[in-house]
């Protein structure tokens, strides 16, 4: 195998042969394809996409690069979430412990922050001590024990993916059509589920912001998933404003808790039970999704998925005292409030500036080897459609230090638009 050549041969738009993908993959994986030849390959990838062979090649590969999970000891359905990947998009801190209050096993394998996009793993570790670098044992055993748990990527699961997602988020080669498909799918089929719920993210803070782009991406999941046997379900939700009112890691975890306890911003909530209810639906628990969004309602409301949150960050090593004392969460050290200097109504928050503005305050990464800040970000987000008099908050930004905090502002100011196309609905129609 010669890595030059079947750059070039992808960068020329040629058709790779399913074994050619094994091979650069699997050299990779070996030390013999180096991180700026895969980099390479990546952007190709790309610029040119992949043809059906070659996807379901890299689908493979992926899976396979680790162990895949066969959890049928634990009994019961088995049945996970996972999202194209937002601003905002804490759902997976809700859903998770949700759905496994009601008797589903939910074995999540979750992702870091991408681009400019947050990541379930970075904002769990935001709880003070919350280990998401499990083995698989333990794994198992937590899942056996509490029905849910948390992981990411490890040198036992899926390890290429993680490598890929990590190179991806730095390299601007997040935005493709089978990079995402591989990604998510070698993750989710590698879990051993019984059912498989997929969130796909319509809008400018979407990797494919074009519906028709993400309708085309939700078809081409289902597809992988029902090949590998596994009921695949996916849902388009609106990624045309940030999700909730909070972009930063920390800052989601406190509004994931807001949730949790029957509070928080609708927005957040209903794309919480919408997904849920499929899950349920999945798991032979509700006949219809109208059936499942009353259960996972009554799930919140009575409080018990915050007691099972509890139990998994207890179970994860995690302070469990953030669940009721959310100030235990790193906080920033300055706290700006943004306001408007003159009446306007938000048409919305252009979430894209948003997430790359939590990436600039050190709430993502921009190289490889950058430390998130769990405390920066955004909160107090102002919806869309709010008429803001002059002097109303738009936002508060949470930084390390002033100059931070300025730059934050002046990036929060200029993610406003006050008109622009109609705005997706929440859940759009299938
Ligand atoms: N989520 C993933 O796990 N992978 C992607 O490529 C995008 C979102």
């Given at each position: 195998m010669n890595p030059v050549r079947l750059i070039e041969a992808k960068r020329d738009g040629e058709t790779l042969a399913p074994d050619e993908i094994s091979a650069f993959f699997a050299g990779y994986l070996e030390g013999v394809v180096e991180e700026y030849q895969m980099?390479?390959?990546?952007?190709?990838?790309?610029?040119?996409?992949?043809?059906?062979?070659?996807?379901?090649?890299?689908?493979?590969?992926?899976?396979?690069?680790?162990?895949?999970?066969?959890?049928?000891?634990?009994?019961?359905?088995?049945?996970?979430?996972?999202?194209?990947?937002?601003?905002?998009?804490?759902?997976?801190?809700?859903?998770?412990?949700?759905?496994?209050?009601?008797?589903?096993?939910?074995?999540?394998?979750?992702?870091?922050?991408?681009?400019?996009?947050?990541?379930?793993?970075?904002?769990?570790?935001?709880?003070?001590?919350?280990r998401t670098d499990l083995s698989l044992k333990r794994f198992r055993e937590l899942l056996g024990a509490h029905r849910v748990a948390m992981i990411g990527q490890t040198d036992?699961?899926?390890?290429?993916?993680?490598?890929?997602?990590?190179?991806?988020?730095?390299?601007?080669?997040?935005?493709?059509?089978?990079?995402?498909?591989?990604?998510?799918?070698?993750?989710?089929?590698?879990?051993g589920l019984t059912g498989l719920v997929l969130d796909v993210k319509v809008g400018s803070g979407a990797f494919l912001s074009d519906e028709t782009d993400a309708r085309t991406l939700a078809r081409t999941m289902v597809e992988i998933g029902e090949g590998y046997g596994v009921p695949t379900r996916a849902r388009?939700?609106?990624?045309?404003?940030?999700?909730?009112?909070?972009?930063?890691?920390?800052?989601?975890?406190?509004?994931?808790?807001?949730?949790?306890?029957g509070e928080g911003p609708d927005d957040l909530?209903?794309?919480?039970?919408?997904l849920a209810a499929e899950m349920f639906v999945l798991a032979d628990l509700d006949a219809t999704p109208e059936a499942g969004v009353a259960r996972a309602e009554a799930l919140l409301d009575s409080g018990v998925a915050l007691e099972r949150f509890r139990t998994m960050v207890r179970a994860q090593g995690g302070a469990p005292e953030v669940v009721d004392d959310p100030g235990r969460l790193p906080r920033a050290p300055v706290v700006r409030e943004v306001r408007v200097d003159r009446g306007l109504t938000l048409h919305r928050l252009e979430p894209r500036a948003v997430g790359e503005a939590v990436v600039e305050l050190g709430g993502g990464r921009l190289r490889l080897s950058d430390a998130v800040d769990p405390a920066v970000g955004f909160?107090?987000?102002?919806?869309?459609?709010?008429?803001?008099?002059?002097?109303?908050?738009?936002?508060?930004?949470?930084?390390?230090?002033?100059?931070?905090?300025?730059?934050?502002?002046?990036?929060?100011?200029?993610?406003?638009?006050?008109?622009?196309?109609?705005?997706?609905?929440?859940?759009?129609?299938?």
């Open positions: 980099a390479a390959f990546l952007m190709a990838v790309v610029l040119q996409g992949l043809g059906p062979d070659e996807l379901q090649a890299l689908v493979r590969s992926m899976l396979h690069s680790g162990a895949v999970l066969n959890l049928a000891e634990l009994g019961g359905p088995r049945v996970d979430k996972h999202s194209t990947g937002g601003v905002g998009d804490k759902v997976s801190l809700v859903l998770a412990p949700l759905v496994a209050e009601a008797g589903v096993h939910v074995p999540m394998m979750s992702g870091r922050g991408l681009g400019h996009t947050g990541g379930t793993l970075d904002k769990l570790e935001a709880i003070p001590g919350f036992e699961i899926a390890p290429l993916d993680r490598r890929l997602y990590a190179l991806r988020s730095v390299t601007g080669t997040v935005a493709s059509l089978p990079l995402i498909s591989a990604s998510i799918m070698s993750k989710k089929l590698a879990e388009l939700t609106a990624m045309d404003r940030p999700l909730g009112r909070t972009a930063g890691n920390a800052l989601e975890v406190r509004e994931a808790l807001e949730c949790l306890r909530r209903r794309v919480t039970v919408t909160d107090e987000l102002a919806p869309p459609g709010t008429r803001l008099a002059s002097g109303d908050l738009l936002g508060r930004v949470h930084a390390r230090n002033e100059a931070d905090a300025r730059r934050g502002e002046g990036a929060l100011r200029d993610a406003v638009e006050e008109e622009g196309e109609a705005l997706h609905p929440l859940i759009l129609p299938d």
